[in-house]
Protein backbone atom coordinates (compact mmCIF):
# COMPACT_ATOMS: atom_id res chain seq x y z
CA UNK A 1 0.00 0.00 0.00
CA UNK A 2 1.55 3.56 -0.44
CA UNK A 3 1.34 5.97 2.35
CA UNK A 4 0.65 9.72 1.37
CA UNK A 5 3.53 11.84 1.92
CA UNK A 6 2.55 12.94 6.11
CA UNK A 7 1.83 9.27 6.72
CA UNK A 8 5.44 7.77 5.06
CA UNK A 9 7.07 10.61 7.21
CA UNK A 10 5.89 9.66 10.27
CA UNK A 11 6.49 6.15 9.35
CA UNK A 12 10.45 6.49 8.61
CA UNK A 13 10.27 8.80 11.59
CA UNK A 14 8.86 6.01 14.18
CA UNK A 15 10.36 3.44 12.55
CA UNK A 16 13.86 5.09 12.96
CA UNK A 17 12.71 5.47 17.03
CA UNK A 18 10.88 2.39 18.13
CA UNK A 19 13.28 -0.21 15.76
CA UNK A 20 12.44 -2.36 12.83
CA UNK A 21 9.71 -4.83 14.87
CA UNK A 22 8.13 -1.15 16.21
CA UNK A 23 6.22 -0.61 12.82
CA UNK A 24 4.48 -2.60 10.58
CA UNK A 25 2.27 -2.34 7.47
CA UNK A 26 -1.38 -3.31 7.34
CA UNK A 27 -0.61 -6.62 5.41
CA UNK A 28 1.60 -7.99 8.24
CA UNK A 29 -1.29 -8.00 10.56
CA UNK A 30 -4.54 -7.77 8.46
CA UNK A 31 -6.10 -9.02 12.08
CA UNK A 32 -6.15 -6.27 13.48
CA UNK A 33 -8.35 -4.64 10.77
CA UNK A 34 -11.36 -6.21 11.76
CA UNK A 35 -13.78 -7.25 14.45
CA UNK A 36 -13.98 -10.35 15.97
CA UNK A 37 -17.80 -11.33 14.22
CA UNK A 38 -16.35 -9.61 10.76
CA UNK A 39 -19.34 -6.80 10.74
CA UNK A 40 -16.96 -4.00 10.68
CA UNK A 41 -13.98 -3.71 8.14
CA UNK A 42 -10.97 -1.25 8.88
CA UNK A 43 -7.95 0.51 6.97
CA UNK A 44 -4.90 2.10 8.24
CA UNK A 45 -1.64 4.14 7.11
CA UNK A 46 0.08 1.61 9.46
CA UNK A 47 0.83 -0.01 12.88
CA UNK A 48 2.49 1.35 15.73
CA UNK A 49 3.68 -1.47 18.08
CA UNK A 50 5.67 0.74 21.13
CA UNK A 51 7.18 -1.74 23.72
CA UNK A 52 7.38 1.27 26.66
CA UNK A 53 5.58 3.93 27.66
CA UNK A 54 8.05 6.67 26.27
CA UNK A 55 7.58 4.76 23.28
CA UNK A 56 3.72 5.15 23.38
CA UNK A 57 4.01 8.93 24.23
CA UNK A 58 6.56 9.64 21.84
CA UNK A 59 4.23 7.79 19.24
CA UNK A 60 1.11 9.73 20.25
CA UNK A 61 3.40 13.20 20.42
CA UNK A 62 4.46 12.42 17.05
CA UNK A 63 0.52 11.57 15.82
CA UNK A 64 -0.62 14.95 17.06
CA UNK A 65 1.98 16.96 15.81
CA UNK A 66 1.19 15.50 12.30
CA UNK A 67 -2.50 15.85 13.18
CA UNK A 68 -2.91 12.18 12.35
CA UNK A 69 -4.95 9.85 13.71
CA UNK A 70 -4.30 7.67 16.46
CA UNK A 71 -6.21 4.68 17.67
CA UNK A 72 -5.48 2.32 20.26
CA UNK A 73 -5.84 -1.55 19.98
CA UNK A 74 -5.20 -4.40 22.42
CA UNK A 75 -7.00 -7.63 21.80
CA UNK A 76 -9.04 -6.68 19.22
CA UNK A 77 -12.04 -8.93 20.39
CA UNK A 78 -14.27 -5.72 21.36
CA UNK A 79 -17.46 -6.48 19.77
CA UNK A 80 -18.31 -2.75 18.26
CA UNK A 81 -15.81 -2.21 15.95
CA UNK A 82 -14.19 0.12 18.44
CA UNK A 83 -10.58 -0.33 16.82
CA UNK A 84 -11.67 -0.37 12.95
CA UNK A 85 -12.95 2.29 10.94
CA UNK A 86 -12.64 3.21 7.03
CA UNK A 87 -12.72 7.06 7.39
CA UNK A 88 -9.80 9.14 6.00
CA UNK A 89 -7.41 9.90 6.75
CA UNK A 90 -6.26 6.17 7.19
CA UNK A 91 -5.47 6.42 10.93
CA UNK A 92 -2.41 4.83 12.97
CA UNK A 93 -3.17 1.81 14.73
CA UNK A 94 -1.30 1.82 17.74
CA UNK A 95 -0.60 -2.06 19.06
CA UNK A 96 -0.13 -2.77 23.03
CA UNK A 97 1.14 -5.85 22.35
CA UNK A 98 4.46 -5.63 22.84
CA UNK A 99 3.68 -4.09 26.12
CA UNK A 100 3.17 -7.32 27.59
CA UNK A 101 4.96 -7.38 31.68
CA UNK A 102 3.27 -7.70 34.60
CA UNK A 103 5.45 -5.32 36.50
CA UNK A 104 4.32 -6.87 39.76
CA UNK A 105 2.71 -9.03 41.71
CA UNK A 106 1.94 -7.84 45.49
CA UNK A 107 -0.08 -9.93 47.72
CA UNK A 108 0.40 -8.18 50.53
CA UNK A 109 -1.41 -5.18 49.13
CA UNK A 110 -3.83 -7.87 46.71
CA UNK A 111 -2.49 -5.81 43.63
CA UNK A 112 -0.30 -6.58 40.46
CA UNK A 113 0.34 -4.24 37.81
CA UNK A 114 0.21 -5.13 34.55
CA UNK A 115 0.68 -3.13 31.25
CA UNK A 116 -1.56 -2.55 28.75
CA UNK A 117 -0.80 -5.60 26.71
CA UNK A 118 -1.20 -8.36 29.23
CA UNK A 119 -3.63 -10.90 28.09
CA UNK A 120 -6.51 -10.87 30.80
CA UNK A 121 -5.81 -14.96 31.32
CA UNK A 122 -2.51 -14.34 32.15
CA UNK A 123 -2.91 -11.62 34.55
CA UNK A 124 -5.58 -14.34 36.03
CA UNK A 125 -2.31 -16.85 36.26
CA UNK A 126 -0.46 -14.54 37.99
CA UNK A 127 -2.42 -13.82 40.42
CA UNK A 128 -3.23 -17.46 41.05
CA UNK A 129 0.68 -17.51 41.43
CA UNK A 130 0.44 -16.17 44.67
CA UNK A 131 -2.78 -17.58 45.57
CA UNK A 132 -5.22 -14.71 44.95
CA UNK A 133 -7.83 -14.36 42.62
CA UNK A 134 -8.34 -11.70 39.91
CA UNK A 135 -11.84 -12.32 38.97
CA UNK A 136 -12.82 -10.36 35.71
CA UNK A 137 -13.36 -13.39 33.36
CA UNK A 138 -15.06 -13.28 30.25
CA UNK A 139 -15.17 -15.72 27.09
CA UNK A 140 -12.63 -14.01 25.30
CA UNK A 141 -9.97 -13.94 28.04
CA UNK A 142 -7.49 -15.83 26.28
CA UNK A 143 -7.01 -13.01 23.56
CA UNK A 144 -8.58 -9.72 25.00
CA UNK A 145 -5.87 -8.15 27.51
CA UNK A 146 -6.21 -5.46 30.22
CA UNK A 147 -5.90 -2.38 28.37
CA UNK A 148 -9.07 -3.04 26.12
CA UNK A 149 -10.91 -5.05 29.06
CA UNK A 150 -10.51 -1.24 31.12
CA UNK A 151 -10.84 0.88 27.82
CA UNK A 152 -13.99 -0.64 27.52
CA UNK A 153 -15.20 -1.56 31.38
CA UNK A 154 -15.30 -5.12 30.49
CA UNK A 155 -18.15 -7.11 32.72
CA UNK A 156 -17.96 -10.73 32.19
CA UNK A 157 -19.68 -13.85 34.26
CA UNK A 158 -18.58 -12.56 37.73
CA UNK A 159 -19.59 -8.99 37.73
CA UNK A 160 -22.23 -9.95 40.07
CA UNK A 161 -20.02 -10.10 43.34
CA UNK A 162 -16.80 -8.61 41.85
CA UNK A 163 -17.61 -5.59 39.68
CA UNK A 164 -16.89 -4.58 36.03
CA UNK A 165 -12.88 -4.15 35.28
CA UNK A 166 -13.57 -0.87 36.59
CA UNK A 167 -14.34 -2.12 39.83
CA UNK A 168 -10.91 -3.84 39.91
CA UNK A 169 -8.77 -1.50 39.22
CA UNK A 170 -6.70 0.79 41.68
CA UNK A 171 -4.88 3.40 39.35
CA UNK A 172 -3.71 3.42 35.48
CA UNK A 173 -0.74 4.96 33.82
CA UNK A 174 -1.48 6.73 30.39
CA UNK A 175 -0.64 8.71 27.84
CA UNK A 176 -3.13 11.47 27.12
CA UNK A 177 -3.58 12.90 24.07
CA UNK A 178 -0.47 15.48 23.95
CA UNK A 179 1.80 12.78 24.48
CA UNK A 180 1.80 13.50 28.22
CA UNK A 181 2.31 10.80 30.49
CA UNK A 182 0.18 10.41 33.12
CA UNK A 183 1.25 8.55 36.15
CA UNK A 184 -1.03 7.51 37.87
CA UNK A 185 -0.32 3.35 39.43
CA UNK A 186 -1.30 4.04 42.87
CA UNK A 187 -2.41 0.96 44.76
CA UNK A 188 -4.32 2.91 46.93
CA UNK A 189 -8.22 1.91 48.17
CA UNK A 190 -8.71 5.77 49.49
CA UNK A 191 -7.23 9.15 47.72
CA UNK A 192 -9.15 11.65 47.33
CA UNK A 193 -6.57 14.26 45.62
CA UNK A 194 -8.70 16.19 43.04
CA UNK A 195 -10.24 14.49 39.86
CA UNK A 196 -9.76 11.06 39.07
CA UNK A 197 -8.55 10.50 35.85
CA UNK A 198 -8.61 7.01 36.12
CA UNK A 199 -12.31 6.43 35.80
CA UNK A 200 -12.28 9.25 32.81
CA UNK A 201 -9.89 6.90 30.53
CA UNK A 202 -12.07 3.24 31.83
CA UNK A 203 -14.55 3.09 29.52
CA UNK A 204 -13.38 6.38 27.35
CA UNK A 205 -12.33 3.24 24.39
CA UNK A 206 -9.10 5.15 22.87
CA UNK A 207 -11.14 8.42 22.77
CA UNK A 208 -9.25 10.40 25.61
CA UNK A 209 -5.41 8.92 25.79
CA UNK A 210 -3.42 5.40 25.59
CA UNK A 211 -3.92 3.20 28.66
CA UNK A 212 -0.23 1.88 28.82
CA UNK A 213 -0.33 -0.11 32.40
CA UNK A 214 -3.46 -0.80 35.49
CA UNK A 215 -2.64 -1.76 38.95
CA UNK A 216 -5.73 -4.19 39.71
CA UNK A 217 -7.22 -5.49 42.72
CA UNK A 218 -6.78 -9.02 43.42
CA UNK A 219 -9.08 -10.71 46.10
CA UNK A 220 -8.56 -13.96 47.96
CA UNK A 221 -8.86 -17.28 46.48
CA UNK A 222 -11.76 -19.58 47.46
CA UNK A 223 -11.11 -22.12 49.30
CA UNK A 224 -14.29 -23.82 47.54
CA UNK A 225 -15.86 -23.87 44.40
CA UNK A 226 -19.70 -24.48 44.23
CA UNK A 227 -21.34 -24.85 40.74
CA UNK A 228 -24.64 -25.90 39.40
CA UNK A 229 -27.13 -26.08 36.40
CA UNK A 230 -30.36 -25.67 37.32
CA UNK A 231 -33.98 -26.02 35.02
CA UNK A 232 -36.05 -22.87 36.37
CA UNK A 233 -39.57 -22.27 35.01
CA UNK A 234 -39.30 -19.02 34.00
CA UNK A 235 -36.77 -15.24 33.95
CA UNK A 236 -39.52 -14.39 36.51
CA UNK A 237 -38.43 -17.55 38.59
CA UNK A 238 -34.85 -17.59 38.00
CA UNK A 239 -34.62 -13.83 39.37
CA UNK A 240 -36.77 -15.05 42.54
CA UNK A 241 -34.29 -18.12 42.91
CA UNK A 242 -31.11 -15.47 42.86
CA UNK A 243 -33.38 -13.15 45.62
CA UNK A 244 -33.88 -16.84 47.74
CA UNK A 245 -30.61 -17.94 47.59
CA UNK A 246 -28.53 -14.92 48.43
CA UNK A 247 -29.93 -15.14 52.08
CA UNK A 248 -29.49 -18.47 52.77
CA UNK A 249 -25.71 -18.72 51.20
CA UNK A 250 -24.23 -15.59 52.11
CA UNK A 251 -22.54 -13.11 49.49
CA UNK A 252 -21.01 -15.89 47.91
CA UNK A 253 -22.47 -16.05 44.82
CA UNK A 254 -19.98 -14.77 41.76
CA UNK A 255 -21.95 -15.96 38.76
CA UNK A 256 -25.56 -16.17 37.72
CA UNK A 257 -25.94 -16.99 34.17
CA UNK A 258 -29.64 -17.34 32.71
CA UNK A 259 -29.13 -19.66 29.38
CA UNK A 260 -32.15 -20.38 27.01
CA UNK A 261 -32.82 -23.75 25.46
CA UNK A 262 -32.45 -21.68 22.08
CA UNK A 263 -28.60 -21.49 22.48
CA UNK A 264 -27.93 -25.33 23.02
CA UNK A 265 -30.42 -25.88 20.25
CA UNK A 266 -27.51 -23.85 18.41
CA UNK A 267 -24.65 -25.87 19.82
CA UNK A 268 -26.50 -29.11 17.61
CA UNK A 269 -26.97 -26.70 14.74
CA UNK A 270 -23.62 -25.80 14.14
CA UNK A 271 -22.07 -28.97 14.68
CA UNK A 272 -20.27 -28.33 18.66
CA UNK A 273 -20.10 -30.31 21.42
CA UNK A 274 -23.38 -30.21 23.46
CA UNK A 275 -23.32 -32.26 26.76
CA UNK A 276 -26.64 -32.23 28.20
CA UNK A 277 -26.42 -31.49 31.80
CA UNK A 278 -30.18 -32.05 31.84
CA UNK A 279 -32.37 -34.44 30.37
CA UNK A 280 -34.76 -33.09 28.96
CA UNK A 281 -33.13 -29.80 28.65
CA UNK A 282 -35.82 -27.15 30.01
CA UNK A 283 -36.73 -23.92 28.10
CA UNK A 284 -34.53 -21.57 30.83
CA UNK A 285 -31.60 -22.53 32.86
CA UNK A 286 -29.64 -21.01 35.33
CA UNK A 287 -25.82 -21.48 36.08
CA UNK A 288 -25.22 -20.53 39.21
CA UNK A 289 -21.31 -20.56 41.18
CA UNK A 290 -20.64 -19.73 44.74
CA UNK A 291 -17.04 -19.32 45.90
CA UNK A 292 -15.95 -18.93 49.67
CA UNK A 293 -14.52 -20.67 52.70
CA UNK A 294 -14.99 -24.91 52.93
CA UNK A 295 -18.71 -25.86 53.23
CA UNK A 296 -20.21 -23.43 51.08
CA UNK A 297 -21.08 -26.21 48.40
CA UNK A 298 -23.36 -28.38 51.39
CA UNK A 299 -24.74 -24.74 51.58
CA UNK A 300 -25.65 -24.13 48.22
CA UNK A 301 -27.26 -27.47 48.11
CA UNK A 302 -29.46 -27.26 51.08
CA UNK A 303 -30.59 -23.72 49.88
CA UNK A 304 -31.60 -25.32 46.59
CA UNK A 305 -33.73 -28.26 48.21
CA UNK A 306 -35.43 -25.53 49.39
CA UNK A 307 -35.80 -23.66 45.87
CA UNK A 308 -36.87 -27.17 44.68
CA UNK A 309 -39.33 -27.05 47.32
CA UNK A 310 -40.03 -23.32 46.38
CA UNK A 311 -41.12 -24.29 43.13
CA UNK A 312 -38.42 -21.90 41.83
CA UNK A 313 -36.11 -24.72 40.04
CA UNK A 314 -37.55 -28.06 39.04
CA UNK A 315 -34.23 -30.01 38.06
CA UNK A 316 -30.34 -29.49 39.02
CA UNK A 317 -26.90 -30.75 38.73
CA UNK A 318 -24.64 -29.88 40.92
CA UNK A 319 -20.90 -30.39 39.31
CA UNK A 320 -18.99 -32.92 41.45
CA UNK A 321 -15.42 -32.07 40.70
CA UNK A 322 -13.66 -29.44 38.32
CA UNK A 323 -13.66 -31.53 35.65
CA UNK A 324 -17.25 -31.56 36.00
CA UNK A 325 -17.54 -27.76 36.69
CA UNK A 326 -15.28 -27.36 33.58
CA UNK A 327 -17.75 -28.40 31.19
CA UNK A 328 -20.70 -26.48 32.44
CA UNK A 329 -18.81 -23.52 32.32
CA UNK A 330 -18.00 -24.93 28.51
CA UNK A 331 -21.23 -25.17 27.42
CA UNK A 332 -21.75 -21.38 28.66
CA UNK A 333 -18.67 -19.89 26.64
CA UNK A 334 -18.94 -22.25 23.20
CA UNK A 335 -22.57 -20.37 23.64
CA UNK A 336 -21.54 -17.04 21.95
CA UNK A 337 -19.65 -19.20 19.13
CA UNK A 338 -22.31 -21.23 18.06
CA UNK A 339 -24.24 -18.10 18.16
CA UNK A 340 -22.02 -16.60 15.83
CA UNK A 341 -21.66 -20.52 13.24
CA UNK A 342 -25.49 -19.28 13.31
CA UNK A 343 -25.39 -15.75 12.18
CA UNK A 344 -27.22 -13.01 14.29
CA UNK A 345 -29.96 -10.72 12.23
CA UNK A 346 -29.74 -8.25 15.37
CA UNK A 347 -27.51 -8.66 18.61
CA UNK A 348 -28.33 -6.53 21.56
CA UNK A 349 -26.16 -6.03 24.44
CA UNK A 350 -28.41 -4.69 27.16
CA UNK A 351 -28.68 -3.97 30.73
CA UNK A 352 -32.36 -3.74 32.81
CA UNK A 353 -33.24 -3.46 36.36
CA UNK A 354 -32.78 -6.91 37.28
CA UNK A 355 -36.62 -6.63 38.79
CA UNK A 356 -37.34 -5.52 35.76
CA UNK A 357 -36.05 -8.23 33.43
CA UNK A 358 -38.56 -10.99 33.06
CA UNK A 359 -41.07 -8.03 32.02
CA UNK A 360 -38.58 -6.68 29.74
CA UNK A 361 -38.19 -10.40 28.39
CA UNK A 362 -41.78 -11.34 28.03
CA UNK A 363 -42.87 -7.35 26.30
CA UNK A 364 -39.30 -8.30 23.90
CA UNK A 365 -40.10 -11.28 22.68
CA UNK A 366 -44.29 -9.99 22.45
CA UNK A 367 -43.27 -7.85 20.15
CA UNK A 368 -40.82 -9.10 18.03
CA UNK A 369 -43.20 -12.12 17.11
CA UNK A 370 -45.98 -9.81 16.31
CA UNK A 371 -43.06 -8.22 14.07
CA UNK A 372 -42.50 -11.49 12.76
CA UNK A 373 -43.01 -14.84 14.25
CA UNK A 374 -40.48 -16.58 12.18
CA UNK A 375 -37.27 -15.02 13.99
CA UNK A 376 -35.67 -17.19 16.84
CA UNK A 377 -34.54 -15.29 20.02
CA UNK A 378 -31.69 -16.36 21.77
CA UNK A 379 -31.49 -14.97 25.47
CA UNK A 380 -29.06 -15.55 27.43
CA UNK A 381 -26.91 -13.69 30.00
CA UNK A 382 -25.54 -12.14 33.04
CA UNK A 383 -29.44 -12.23 35.14
CA UNK A 384 -27.62 -11.41 38.49
CA UNK A 385 -26.56 -8.02 37.37
CA UNK A 386 -29.49 -7.29 34.88
CA UNK A 387 -27.55 -8.07 31.75
CA UNK A 388 -28.73 -9.92 28.81
CA UNK A 389 -27.59 -11.05 25.44
CA UNK A 390 -30.74 -10.63 23.46
CA UNK A 391 -29.77 -11.85 20.08
CA UNK A 392 -32.14 -12.09 17.42
CA UNK A 393 -31.41 -14.93 14.24
CA UNK A 394 -33.63 -15.39 10.63
CA UNK A 395 -35.84 -18.75 10.93
CA UNK A 396 -33.53 -22.01 10.46
CA UNK A 397 -32.24 -22.65 6.87
CA UNK A 398 -32.61 -18.87 5.77
CA UNK A 399 -29.54 -16.49 5.59
CA UNK A 400 -29.72 -13.05 7.72
CA UNK A 401 -29.17 -11.65 4.11
CA UNK A 402 -32.55 -12.61 2.81
CA UNK A 403 -33.57 -10.38 5.67
CA UNK A 404 -30.81 -7.92 6.27
CA UNK A 405 -33.95 -4.98 5.41
CA UNK A 406 -35.71 -6.18 9.17
CA UNK A 407 -31.89 -5.18 10.94
CA UNK A 408 -32.81 -1.65 11.71
CA UNK A 409 -36.15 -2.48 12.61
CA UNK A 410 -35.85 -5.21 15.23
CA UNK A 411 -32.44 -3.42 16.68
CA UNK A 412 -35.18 -0.18 17.04
CA UNK A 413 -37.88 -1.98 18.71
CA UNK A 414 -35.82 -4.05 20.81
CA UNK A 415 -33.88 -1.00 21.77
CA UNK A 416 -37.02 0.93 22.14
CA UNK A 417 -38.34 -1.41 24.77
CA UNK A 418 -34.70 -1.22 26.76
CA UNK A 419 -34.97 2.56 27.36
CA UNK A 420 -38.50 2.21 28.25
CA UNK A 421 -37.88 -0.22 30.91
CA UNK A 422 -35.08 2.16 32.16
CA UNK A 423 -31.87 0.10 30.83
CA UNK A 424 -29.20 1.13 28.94
CA UNK A 425 -28.61 -0.21 25.44
CA UNK A 426 -24.89 -0.72 25.75
CA UNK A 427 -24.42 -2.75 28.93
CA UNK A 428 -20.73 -4.35 28.59
CA UNK A 429 -19.49 -3.70 25.29
CA UNK A 430 -19.64 -0.16 25.06
CA UNK A 431 -20.46 2.29 22.14
CA UNK A 432 -17.80 1.62 19.80
CA UNK A 433 -19.01 2.72 16.44
CA UNK A 434 -21.88 0.18 16.52
CA UNK A 435 -23.49 2.48 19.04
CA UNK A 436 -23.56 6.09 18.34
CA UNK A 437 -26.52 6.62 17.08
CA UNK A 438 -27.94 5.27 20.18
CA UNK A 439 -25.61 7.10 22.83
CA UNK A 440 -27.22 10.00 20.81
CA UNK A 441 -30.95 8.81 20.69
CA UNK A 442 -31.26 7.18 23.94
CA UNK A 443 -28.43 9.11 26.13
CA UNK A 444 -28.86 12.15 28.39
CA UNK A 445 -27.89 15.56 27.09
CA UNK A 446 -25.98 16.91 29.62
CA UNK A 447 -23.89 13.88 29.70
CA UNK A 448 -23.82 14.15 26.04
CA UNK A 449 -22.79 17.81 26.57
CA UNK A 450 -20.14 17.13 29.35
CA UNK A 451 -18.48 14.23 27.17
CA UNK A 452 -18.23 16.63 24.00
CA UNK A 453 -16.56 19.25 26.67
CA UNK A 454 -13.68 16.58 28.34
CA UNK A 455 -13.00 15.33 24.78
CA UNK A 456 -12.57 19.09 23.56
CA UNK A 457 -10.43 20.05 26.74
CA UNK A 458 -8.27 16.76 26.70
CA UNK A 459 -8.12 16.21 22.83
CA UNK A 460 -8.50 19.32 20.99
CA UNK A 461 -7.19 17.91 18.03
CA UNK A 462 -9.44 14.86 17.87
CA UNK A 463 -7.18 12.57 16.82
CA UNK A 464 -7.85 10.14 19.83
CA UNK A 465 -9.91 7.47 18.09
CA UNK A 466 -11.79 10.12 16.42
CA UNK A 467 -15.68 8.41 15.75
CA UNK A 468 -16.21 6.13 18.45
CA UNK A 469 -18.20 6.57 20.91
CA UNK A 470 -18.82 10.45 20.00
CA UNK A 471 -19.49 11.83 16.09
C1 LIG B 1 -16.27 -14.66 22.51
C2 LIG B 1 -16.33 -13.32 23.14
C3 LIG B 1 -16.92 -13.17 24.39
C4 LIG B 1 -16.97 -11.92 25.01
N1 LIG B 1 -17.54 -11.82 26.25
C5 LIG B 1 -17.56 -10.63 26.86
C6 LIG B 1 -18.12 -10.50 28.17
O1 LIG B 1 -18.61 -11.46 28.77
N2 LIG B 1 -18.09 -9.28 28.74
C7 LIG B 1 -17.55 -8.18 28.11
O2 LIG B 1 -17.54 -7.10 28.69
N3 LIG B 1 -17.05 -8.28 26.87
C8 LIG B 1 -17.03 -9.45 26.23
N4 LIG B 1 -16.50 -9.55 24.97
C9 LIG B 1 -16.00 -8.34 24.29
C10 LIG B 1 -14.48 -8.06 24.46
O3 LIG B 1 -13.76 -9.26 24.68
C11 LIG B 1 -14.25 -7.10 25.63
O4 LIG B 1 -14.85 -5.87 25.33
C12 LIG B 1 -12.77 -6.87 25.97
O5 LIG B 1 -12.69 -6.13 27.16
C13 LIG B 1 -12.01 -6.13 24.88
O6 LIG B 1 -10.62 -6.22 25.17
P1 LIG B 1 -9.55 -6.13 23.99
O7 LIG B 1 -8.19 -6.17 24.59
O8 LIG B 1 -9.82 -7.14 22.95
O9 LIG B 1 -9.86 -4.67 23.46
P2 LIG B 1 -9.83 -4.11 21.97
O10 LIG B 1 -10.84 -4.79 21.13
O11 LIG B 1 -8.43 -4.08 21.48
O12 LIG B 1 -10.30 -2.59 22.21
C14 LIG B 1 -11.55 -2.26 22.72
C15 LIG B 1 -11.70 -0.73 22.69
O13 LIG B 1 -10.77 -0.13 23.58
C16 LIG B 1 -9.80 0.69 22.88
N5 LIG B 1 -8.50 0.35 23.46
C17 LIG B 1 -7.87 -0.84 23.41
N6 LIG B 1 -6.74 -0.80 24.12
C18 LIG B 1 -6.64 0.45 24.63
C19 LIG B 1 -5.68 1.10 25.46
N7 LIG B 1 -4.59 0.47 25.90
N8 LIG B 1 -5.89 2.41 25.79
C20 LIG B 1 -7.00 3.06 25.35
N9 LIG B 1 -7.92 2.49 24.56
C21 LIG B 1 -7.75 1.19 24.20
C22 LIG B 1 -9.94 0.31 21.42
O14 LIG B 1 -9.61 1.41 20.57
C23 LIG B 1 -11.39 -0.10 21.34
O15 LIG B 1 -12.18 1.05 21.18
C24 LIG B 1 -16.44 -10.79 24.33
C25 LIG B 1 -15.85 -10.92 23.07
C26 LIG B 1 -15.79 -12.17 22.48
C27 LIG B 1 -15.13 -12.28 21.14
Redo the contacts with the bound molecule.
Sequence with gaps: MSLNPASAALLDGLRERLGPNGARTPEDEPGLFR???DRYRGHGAFVARPASTAEVAEVVRRCAEARTPL??????????G??VTMAEPAPVL?S?QRMNRIRAVDAADNALIAE??VI?KDVQDAAAGVDRLFPL????EG???????????????NTLRYG??RDLCLGVE?VLPDGTVFNGLKRLRKDNMGYDLRHL?IG????L????AAALKLFPRPAETATAWLAVPSPQAAVDLLHFLRPRVGDVISAFELIDVVGFDFLAETGMPKPAPLDPMPKWSVLVECGGRAGVGEALESALEAAFEAGLATDGAVAQSAQQRDALWTIR?TI??AN?AVGALSNHDISVPVARLPEFIDKATAALNRLDPTLRINCFG?VGDGNLHYNVYPPRGRDKAALGNRRDEVKRLVHDLVHETEGSVGA???V?RAKVDDLERYGDAGLLAAMRALKAALDPAGIM?PG?VLR
Design positions: EDRIPVSGGTGLVGHLLAGLSLASSCRIGGNLSSNAGGVNAALAEGTGVITEPLRHEHGGNA
